[in-house]
């Protein structure tokens, strides 16, 4: 597992790891533009993140239950003031106190991978989004907490931007999700465009199967316009250039998708860089207007 890394690896070790690992998601610029102060704070966060995702998918399957717990566990402690153990805690804890975060989005991200390990299929888009809102919206509820702008008119934009780059990130792995034994396409789409679980083990993705994924993609992009305007026109300051780049992150992506036909099973669709902070720059313009 990559961010259960040895605990006696210094700060700076763990912190080019957390740096390497974060350059493969869809929407890295944004955190290397900020000061140094918020990106400690992300770092904490996505190292508690990766640590979560890493037991839940990488973890032999008969102590992930277990190694779940002793997060939890932890947690107990942040939210008591007491010492956790985890070295990923330990860095989580004073970001958690001096930004007053609330525990139940730390929470409600490993109740994410605990579903994980009995739902292997969603049904409906609706039963999809339910698991985002365990999976996704947490996230942005607590990059909110970090920039000190969790206000409520804020969080239910900020949940839609985050179920949609969650949608568009089970587009882009549909394959190797399939191989780690897990369908995030919802199963009454694939019936609808006539696919076969077995399609998503092929080469080369199947037309009809592009079609579910050019869906999922469209309602993904639905999902971050709705969002991204409100989101944007109340945040301000580094926040605001943050999570420009995050929704541009999403929109690249969508972009990637779009121009390789959606072929996710052949080729590694990923935004390229230069269309990403084309889109990061037009995303603040359009926020000043």
């Known amino acids: 597992m990559e961010v259960i890394i040895d605990a006696s690896w210094s700060l700076e070790e763990r912190d080019r790891e957390l740096d390497r690992l974060a350059a493969r998601e869809n929407f890295p610029v944004a955190a290397r533009l900020l000061p140094a102060r918020h990106r400690a704070g992300l770092r904490a966060v996505y190292g508690f993140a990766r640590l979560v995702d890493d037991i839940g998918d990488e973890a032999p399957p008969e102590q992930r239950s277990k190694l779940l717990d002793l997060v939890d566990d932890d947690l107990d402690r942040v939210f008591a003031g007491r010492t956790p153990n985890l070295p990923q805690l330990r860095r989580l804890a004073p970001v958690a106190h001096a930004h007053r975060i609330p525990e139940d989005p730390f929470r409600d991200l490993i109740r994410a991978n605990r579903q994980d390990q009995v739902v292997h299929r969603y049904e409906t888009f609706g039963d999809l989004l339910a698991y985002c809102a365990l999976s996704a919206a947490p996230v942005g509820r607590v990059v ?48 609808r465009f006539g696919c076969a679980e077995d399609d998503l083990a092929r080469p080369v993705t199947p037309t009809r199967l592009r079609g579910v994924l050019a869906l999922e993609a469209g309602r993904a992009r639905e999902l971050l316009d709705r969002g991204a305007a ?18 541009a992150g999403g929109r690249a992506t969508l972009s990637a998708l779009e121009r390789g036909g959606y072929d996710v099973l052949a080729h590694r669709l990923r935004p390229q860089r230069a269309g990403l902070l084309a889109g990061w720059a037009r995303g603040l313009g359009r926020g000043r207007r």
Not at 149 to 175: F, K, M, N
Not at 230 to 246: D, E, F, S
């Open 144 to 191: 909110l907490h970090l920039f000190r702008a969790h206000r409520p008119g804020l969080v239910a934009a900020s949940d839609d931007v985050c179920t949609a780059l969650q949608l568009i990130e089970h587009c882009q792995d549909a394959g190797e999700d399939y191989r780690d034994g897990r369908i995030y396409l919802p199963g009454e789409d694939l019936r």
């Open 230 to 247: 409100p989101l944007m026109a109340g945040l301000t300051g580094w926040a605001r250039i943050a999570v420009a780049g995050y929704v």
